[in-house]
Every structure is written in C-alpha cells, then in structure tokens.
C-alpha cells in the first residue's frame, strides 16, 4: 500500500473484534491521521475494555465496565467509528472485499483488520455443562465468577496458569477458599521455570489456596444442575461452589481459515500484522507472528503484544514507517506480587537468580551462550526494565555482577 493509497480518505477500514486490539487500531488510525471510515463489529455488548484486569480488580468489586473502558463510549461517535456491538461476522468474502454479518447486509472494506482474540480452551467431559462450570475471558464471565465467590464459598480451579493463579488470589482475598487443580507435577508447568513455580505455589499456599497436582479431571459432578464438585482420575471429589476452567486459549481463526488465509495455530502474519491477503490484518491473541529476536514465529497472548501489533497496522495504513520489533513482556499480579517477565527462554542454557526468593524480591534470568533470552521478575522492577534492554541488545552479561545485588542493575546493563 502505497503513502497515496495509505492516506486516501476513502479506504474503509473494518474491524472484526472489538477488543483491546481491535479498540487500538482505531484509535491509532486517529491518532496517526486516518481520516476514512472506520466499522466496528463485536459480538459483545461492551465498546473496546482493557480484559487483565477480569481475574483480580473486577473478581474483587474494584472495577466495572466504565472504569476499565479503553475509551469513553463518545469517543467513537465524536471520531466517526461506527461501532457496531453485539453482531457476529459471519464470513469473509475476499473477492468482493465484504464481511457477511450476523445482522443487516454484507459490510464492504478497503482494508479489513482481524482482532477476534481467542477462546477458553473447554474441557469435553461429564459434567461441563453444569452451572457453575465456568471461564474467565469476558466481562460477562467475570461477573458471573465474582457473583459466585464470598466468605465460606469454594472455587475450585481446573488448570494452574496465570489466570487461574489470579483468579485464586481474588477469591481469598473475598474470604473464600481456593483450590487448583493442575495435571502436571508443578504450576505453570508450560509458561515458567521451576524456581518460579515453586515460589508462587508456596506464597499461594501460605495464604490459604490448596493444589491438587499430578491430578487428572474425570468430570464435573452437581446437584440439580449446579456443580457440586470436581471427580479426579484417583476416585476423589473435591467438593466447590464453583469451578474455573482455565487450561489455554484456542485463536478464533474459523472465518479466516475459512476465507483462505494462512493459518498455523493463530493467523499468520508478517511484521506489519499484514496476512497472506494484503488488504486484510490481523493483530492479538489470534495471530501467530513473526519473532526475529528468536529466530521463530509465535503465538502471542498479551496486551502489549496487541499494542505493538495495533501501532504496525495503523503506521501500515497511514504510510508511516514501521517501529522496530518490540522484545514481548507479560505481566501478573497475585496478591501483593507483582510479576513482570520480558523476553521468551527459547534455548536457554543457563538460569541465574538474582535476590532472595523468600523476601518476595527477585528475579530470574534465562540465558543463552551468557546473553539474556528472558527475565521474570518478581517485585523488582529495576530487573524486569534493564533485563528487557538486555534482551534487546543481546549483549553478553557478566554472570558474577549479574547475581551480586550491591551492584545495581543499571552497572550491570553497562
């Protein structure tokens, strides 16, 4: 596309998504100078709102729909964004550049930009479809989690990632009792190292919240269609209020995979979030994008990522030119933690801690051939920001300075 085309004032714009990436596209477009039309399609009845914050400050009564809007509802009207909430698309018609929906005509596009995020991956067993058997992707879902959590309720958590690790937390700090229940031997066994996983499991412990690990879930059991309980592969039941399903995320790439488009577990797409179709792109938890920094490509699910992704699309359309490739980073908080983790561990040889993980202030570095791949910090912020420049720069570190915390971060960068 060129800078003519770019800044043409009739290039319509459709968005399919109406999340914290799709909600960045446009504003970026305005931001950047994009005068053209620009439709909106959700399927939820909310206007575009920032979703972490589901499994703690909402979990907690803490935050709602306005608070957590990334724009105020008038700011769409007052920059010509039709938004278009509570309608589905249906297809994509890439001959005649149309998006079928499920409400009123075909949608017609100059460039069409994919923000449908992904969904909770559900269990297919007895039991799943019992009331009470719950997700935690939407706002919807939140509010359905938070009615069911109190003083004397027990939410059982079926899967032990992040969210079921905040959602846990939320659910103590309400006075209710937390259980996770997690196949393998440890949590986060998929998404972070043994040092790291053994510290949360152990803040998490002495706070309240119980594991069940190594365990298989046979099936949800109920009473006149609530859950009661949840069956484990050795015969037990653990009895709950509720249950939380949280065990991955699939893309939502149906209508892409659909339309003929490259997918690979995700949407694929190039540096500028561009697809194999050059009119349409995509951006977030659906896309499996490139990563130079590692040398592969990969599926990203974080806010950042969808930012970085929202700012190539808008610089794309607008004939800006494109930033360079961000280095990924992810956040957590649990009770009074703060994780921050930059960088991916791919090849990793070498891991060093720096701190003390019983003071709840440390960090750990992953390492290849003496350069950091990946840095999670917990509570440590001057690690989490000099090890995420060290990534960048992929400059060796020395490992003695590294672990020695009289020697500040910033002599250690140097």
Known sequence: MSDQEAMDPQTRVVIIGA??????????LRQYGFAGPITFIGEEPLPPYQRPPLSKAWLKGEANADSLALKPLEFYAENNID????????????????????EGAPIAY???????GARARRLTIPGADLKGVMELRTAADAEKLKTALGAGKTLAVVGGGYVGLEAAASAISLNAKAV?????????????????SSFFQSYHAARGVTFELSAGVEAFVGDKGQVTGVKLADGRTIACDAALVGVGAIPNDEIAKAAGLECNNGVVVDLAARTSDPAIFAVGDLTQRPMPLYSRSVRLESVPNALEQ??????????????PPEVPW?????????????????DADEILVR??????????????????????AVNAAPEFMAGKQLVASQKPVARDKLVDMSISMKQVAV
């Open 19 to 28: 999340g914290h990436g799709g909600g960045s596209v446009a504003a970026f």
């Open 83 to 102: 938004l278009r909430l509570g309608v589905h698309a249906v297809a994509i018609d890439r001959a005649c550049k149309t998006v079928a929906v499920s």
């Open 310 to 323: 929202a700012k190539a699309v808008a610089c794309a359309v607008t004939g800006r030119p494109l930033a």
């Open 110 to 116: 100059d460039v069409l930009v994919l923000a449908m």
């Open 180 to 196: 996770i229940i997690e196949r393998e031997h440890r949590v986060l066994a998929r998404v972070a190292c043994e040092q790291l």
């Open 330 to 346: 992810f956040w957590s908080d649990q009770f009074d933690l703060k994780l921050q983790i930059a960088g991916m561990p791919f």
């Open 355 to 376: 701190g003390d993980p019983d003071t709840a202030k440390f960090a750990v570095f992953h390492l290849k051939q003496g350069c950091i791949q990946a840095v999670e």
